[in-house]
């Protein structure tokens, strides 16, 4: 079956600190591949796809390309701001149903 | 209300109470979900509907008993649950065109506690 592995949290990083969180999977087929972000308190929400090979989804300063020769789809920001404090989760859709990863735990320091 | 809403946010329970979960999607969709947040674990998908029809259980146990009345509102029925079933339940909800994926809108979670 489909599966995603993201690295384990969590993660803290001073202000302004470059951010990578990773992500591989493994899915027969093409899966078009996400990341989620759930803030305090809150439901999960949509922060970036990819659909296809080479794809880069970007959405408030993040990043992440779909890299089909590595399986990856890993998450980068330039620049955190302690607002960017949530739990990050990589997912993909493959056989008409969402598979996520664990999370990731971020923490920003001002 | 906009979005996805749950209630109550927060629940503790004895093994041997009953209760339920609500969510109601302010957004048009005719798909809904049931899944499980639980500490360093994937998100699992319990139920799916489609349409008002379950069209997915992912051999969940017979405590969990969901309920679709319409394609606004979703329950969870629980009932003799055990300590390890202690979680975050969240729902959400999508259009549901097969064949492509349809961006699903979660509700904030319902904190459940097993005592």
């Known amino acids: 079956g489909n599966s995603v592995t993201q690295m384990e949290g969590p993660v803290t990083l001073s202000e302004e600190a470059f951010l990578t969180i990773n992500c591989t999977y493994t899915?027969?087929?093409?899966?078009?591949l996400f990341w989620y972000v759930q803030y305090p308190g809150e439901g999960l929400q949509l922060l970036l796809k990819?659909?296809?090979?080479?794809d880069k989804g970007s959405n408030k300063g993040f990043e992440a390309t779909y890299r089909k020769e590595t399986t990856s789809f890993h998450l980068e920001k330039g620049s955190v701001q302690v607002s960017d404090s949530a739990v990050y989760f990589c997912?993909?859709?493959?056989?008409?149903?969402?598979?996520f990863g664990t999370g990731t735990r971020l923490t920003i320091i001002p | 209300e906009t979005g996805v809403t749950q209630t109550p946010r927060h629940l503790v329970m004895g093994m041997t109470n009953k209760k339920s979960l609500k969510c109601e999607q302010h957004?048009?969709?005719?798909?809904m979900y049931w899944y499980k947040q639980s500490a360093k674990k994937p998100l699992e998908l319990m139920f799916v509907?489609?349409?008002?029809?379950?069209?997915e259980n992912n051999s969940v146990p017979s405590r969990f008993s969901p309920e679709c009345p319409n394609s606004s509102h979703l329950f969870l029925h629980l009932h003799t649950l055990q300590p390890e079933d202690s979680a975050l339940y969240l729902c959400?909800?999508?259009?549901?065109?097969?064949?492509?994926?349809?961006?699903?809108?979660f509700g904030p979670g319902t904190r459940l506690t097993v005592l």
């Open positions: 959400a909800s999508s259009d549901n065109l097969a064949g492509t994926y349809n961006e699903q809108f």
């Open positions: 899915a027969t087929g093409y899966p078009s």
């Open positions: 990819a659909t296809k090979a080479d």
């Open positions: 997912a993909l859709w493959g056989n008409e149903k969402l598979t």
């Open positions: 957004l048009g969709h005719n798909a």
């Open positions: 509907y489609s349409l008002e029809e379950r069209v």
